[in-house]
């Protein structure tokens, strides 16, 4: 069977293109390595979407994505893993973890990844007091001290979680201001759980079975001094997911790929929508209306 339309991810991105396609009867499979939602469904609270005055849980709001998706028919593969991508005479072909799949166009919404420290100790201790994910692994870290590292919406909006949880948060910004925006700032300084160390970064993680302390460098005086610390949650940004992808799709320098002003890669037929773009924007929103775009030019490509 030769799909029109094929998926590859289920972020907000790749969960509307599904929405717009499968609605249009295109005949439409998405192919996603964990279950649909993507970053969003490990996100606590999503509050600058419109038409949710109140805030949505992102797991909340994945549900109701893959519900209106299902509703029009779109058929989901869970824990399907894209490993390559190659042009065939009828469109493309897609090696998965669970076989070939043929498709005339594909988009690429695979999403991003975050970023890692790269210092000693991150590897070691992950899933052992690193996280990169603090309402995944929060509720480990009650009454206990946890850092986080960046500046960021997310970084400051995980922080802002873990002051329910923990006892105390230490937020490490390599500046000596925030990048996050506005409100999340003014919440932040106002919690009385949130200390700021301005003007460092980490140099190492240091624990037994699981961390125990890091050892930070002052970017101006030089110093370092160690910390005694439970958790680290790192959010220093993101890298996209496009590792797969055959060498000769333009990304980049940092590996998003970059399209035309109609969301097309330099290979025909092949679209690209969400984080995984080289955009400028990296929300929920710019993804959902990214995905719809895709699925809209996807349909006139196949029908003509």
Request: with cysteine; charged share 25%.
């Amino acid at each position: 069977m030769i799909y029109d339309f094929a998926i590859v991810g289920g972020g907000p991105a790749g969960l509307t293109a599904g929405i717009y396609a499968s609605r249009a009867r295109l005949k439409v499979v998405l192919l996603e390595k964990g279950v649909p939602g993507g970053q969003i469904a490990t996100t606590e609270r999503i509050e600058n979407f419109p038409g949710f005055p109140d805030g949505i849980s992102g797991l909340d709001f994945a549900s109701l994505l893959e519900k209106q998706a299902r509703n029009f028919g779109l058929e989901i593969r869970n824990l399907t893993e894209v490993k390559a991508l190659k042009r065939v005479k009828f469109g493309y072909e897609i090696e998965t973890s669970d076989g070939v799949i043929h498709s005339k166009i594909v988009l690429i919404a695979t999403g991003a990844s975050p970023t890692k420290l790269g210092i000693k100790g991150e590897k070691e201790f992950t899933g052992r007091g690193v996280s990169y994910c603090a309402t995944c692994d929060g509720a480990f870290f009650k009454e206990k001290k946890v850092m986080v590292v960046g500046g960021g919406d997310s970084a400051i909006e995980e922080a802002l979680y873990l002051s329910r949880i923990a006892a105390e948060v230490t937020v490490v910004h390599r500046r000596d201001q925030l990048r996050a925006t506005k409100i999340l700032q003014e919440r932040a300084f106002e919690n009385p759980k949130i200390n700021f160390i301005w003007n460092s970064h980490l140099i190492e993680i240091k624990g037994e079975e699981k961390v125990k302390s890091v050892v930070i460098k002052n970017k101006i005086s030089g110093k370092e001094r160690e910390m005694e610390i439970d958790g680290v949650f790192i959010y220093i940004g993101l890298q996209p997911n496009s590792e797969w992808l055959p060498e000769d799709i333009r990304r980049d320098e940092r590996g998003f790929i970059v399209t035309d002003e109609n969301l097309m890669t330099n290979w025909r037929g092949v679209f690209a929508a969400g984080d995984v773009r080289a955009n400028q924007l990296k929300q929920v929103i710019t993804a959902a209306a990214e995905g719809a775009l895709a699925a809209s030019l996807a349909e006139k490509f196949v029908v003509g």
